[in-house]
């Protein structure tokens, strides 16, 4: 399966952005999709996961209240909704394809990210 995410760009404290993550390949309906992100000098660290079906969610208490992922399995594509957004926000931010029992990472690659600056 292939993964591409979209939708990164610059923003002010406080504002929104939409990240999108399209799949194409094999079905996913038995896996999950999670958004991992990566700031300059950091390791790569998760921020939030949904099942394919979209009925159970998971998220990183630091962007928990504020982050919402989301599913469109009709246009095979997972969302990650970002309000308030802070400076630390900043990041390159990936999709990967996910084991919904425990969540890991299925697979070695992480594809292309998309960077979300966030100016204070």
């Known amino acids: 399966v292939q993964l591409q995410a979209s939708g990164g760009g610059l923003v002010q404290a406080g504002g929104s952005l939409r990240l999108s993550c399209a799949a194409s390949?094999?079905?996913?309906?038995?896996?999950?999709i999670g958004w991992f992100r990566q700031a300059p000098g950091k390791e790569r660290e998760f921020a939030a996961a949904i099942t394919w079906s979209g009925r159970r969610t998971y998220y990183a208490d630091s962007v928990k209240g504020r982050f919402t992922i989301s599913t469109d399995n009709a246009k095979n594509t997972v969302y990650l909704q970002m309000n308030s957004l802070k400076p630390e926000d900043t990041a390159v931010y990936y999709c990967?394809?996910?084991?919904?029992?425990?969540?890991?990472?299925?697979?070695?690659?992480w594809g292309q990210g998309t960077l979300v600056t966030v100016s204070s």
């Open positions: 390949g094999r079905t996913l309906s038995r896996y999950a």
């Open positions: 990967a394809v996910l084991n919904p029992l425990g969540w890991g990472k299925v697979g070695p690659d």
